[in-house]
């Protein structure tokens, strides 16, 4: 069972700061990886994807990847009371046909003003 | 806003019964995936849609069953609907060549409540 695992929260951080989101999967494999926001009672909001080893800024936003250690991690700069709201990992399946994603649970991160 | 349209956006329904979703992708898009997301969990993949015919499948049993249409839209049906239905019905459109599929941009979901 291939799996994507993030760290539980919730996440509190004061405006200003900087979020860190974490997520490790099982599937060596893999080849893609997504981060999407999704605020209470909405769908899924794409933030950034990143293929590559290393990292990939937009924004206020980077992602990392470390496919050796087979970790992925969100890095929020300067977090906005509008940054509150679940983040969801997701990454492809390895194969041929990388058409599935397989999503982590999700971590609440809440900015407090 | 993706332009990624889903119908309807709730819907109740009673153990036992039949329900049909709908869905509409980006323009430019030709591939459909569903998943269903229970309250608390990420997105579980029901299956996909590539020039109208399946092109993978997760966990989910024959009741659950799709389609796509020449316009790149598409249908989830649930037949025998059971408690455990209730969730919210996430369709995601994106581009696909030769099978690998580019990023997956998802539509407002709808709300599937079953009595």
């Known amino acids: 069972q291939k799996e994507v695992e993030q760290n539980s929260g919730p996440l509190s951080v004061p405006e200003g700061a900087i979020a860190s989101l974490n997520c490790t999967y099982s599937?060596?494999?893999?080849?893609?990886f997504f981060w999407y926001r999704q605020y209470s009672g909405k769908s899924p909001e794409l933030i950034m994807f990143?293929?590559?080893?290393g990292d990939k800024e937009d924004g206020r936003f980077t992602a990392q990847l470390n496919k050796a250690s087979q970790y992925v991690s969100l890095l929020i700069r300067d977090s906005q009371p509008s940054d509150s709201a679940t983040y969801l990992c997701?990454?492809?399946?390895?194969?041929?046909?990388?058409?599935?994603?397989?999503f982590g649970k999700g971590t609440l991160l809440t900015v407090n003003p | 806003e993706t332009g990624v349209t889903q119908s309807p956006t709730h819907l109740i329904k009673t153990r036992g019964q039949q329900v049909t979703l709908r869905c509409s992708s980006q323009?430019?898009?030709?591939?459909v995936s569903w998943y269903q997301q229970a309250l608390g969990q990420g997105p579980q993949f029901i299956f996909q849609?590539?020039?109208?015919?399946?092109?993978g499948r997760g966990n989910f049993p024959p009741r659950f069953s799709g389609l796509q249409f020449p316009n790149y839209s598409s249908e989830l049906n649930v037949n025998a609907l059971e408690l455990d239905d209730s969730a919210l019905y996430l369709c995601?459109?994106?581009?696909?060549?030769?099978?690998?599929?580019?990023?997956?941009?998802f539509g407002p979901g709808t709300r599937l409540t079953v009595l």
């Open positions: 995601a459109s994106s581009w696909a060549s030769g099978g690998a599929t580019d990023t997956q941009y």
């Open positions: 599937d060596r494999g893999s080849q893609s």
């Open positions: 990143i293929y590559s080893n």
């Open positions: 997701a990454v492809t399946d390895s194969g041929g046909s990388n058409y599935k994603l397989t």
């Open positions: 323009s430019g898009h030709n591939t």
């Open positions: 849609y590539y020039r109208e015919e399946e092109n």
